[in-house]
């Protein structure tokens, strides 16, 4: 299995938003918006990919521990979350296509 | 460690840009401590959950978090519209959050159940028009 770092993903049509820990790993993927089923069901390291992009994203991003939020079709993400994502220690990317699209670019890379 | 750490936090029921600051701050405070990733994830994600109930379903309240030498207690106290049925409350899917609640990505139902899967043990008492207290024990 390759190593894939949050940062490497700027590569691959996923831009930073935020990026306090470029060197976390990557070592899943988990899709969803409703935010007790991320916390449930998301595992530590998953990069995750949802079109949520409010304040309770860090604070769930953080606490079940995922390597990076992927915010998909290109939804806005404030400067404000931004500054914040940066404090908690949080990375997020912004992606413009589909979560469907992201989930196939990272099944190919891990 | 053999003395009980106690820490306490008011959960304001008005700011929701700031719920879950409690779980957060918990979730620094035990890593301190060192205790187990695992051990972190699993109490910090229960009380997140509770933290969020508190907040959405009761108006705010009060988390005590204890740490002894085997377990991690979180005792959550609000003073909210109570539990009519717990039972159907821990049902997964089961939510009476309003619209604009769930527009922020809360209202799955999935809170009471996570708490009850992430923990080891977990009570709820409940009286309805009184208020609504939950202790959850996760084993170190
Ligand atoms: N502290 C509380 N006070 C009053 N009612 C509560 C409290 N906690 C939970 N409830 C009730 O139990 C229901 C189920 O709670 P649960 O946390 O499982 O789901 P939810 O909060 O509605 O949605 P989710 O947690 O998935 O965002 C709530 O919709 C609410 O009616
Ligand atoms: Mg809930």
Known sequence: MNKVTVEALKEYGFSAVALPEPE?????????DLLSWVMGRAKSGDAWITIMSNINVLAVASLADTACVIAAEGVEITEDIAKSAVEKGINILSFSGSAYDAAVLLYELL | ???????????DGNDFTSAGKASVQVKKNLRQLGLSPETIRRVSIAMYEGEINMVIHAGGGVAEVTVTEDCVEIFLSDKGPGIKDID?????????????????????GMGLPNMKRYTDYMDIKSTV????????????
Do not use: C, H, P
């Not at chain 1, 976390?24 to 969803?32: A, N, Q």
């Open chain 2, 88 to 108: 159907q409350a821990m049902q997964e899917g089961f939510s009476t959050a309003s619209d604009n609640i769930r527009s922020l990505g809360f209202g799955a």
């Open chain 2, 129 to 140: 028009g009184v208020g609504t207290d939950i202790t959850m024990r996760v084993n170190i």
């Open chain 2, 1 to 11: 460690m053999s003395e009980a750490l106690k820490f306490r936090f008011d959960v």
């Open chain 1, 24 to 32: 976390r790993e990557i070592t899943g993927v988990y899709i969803g």
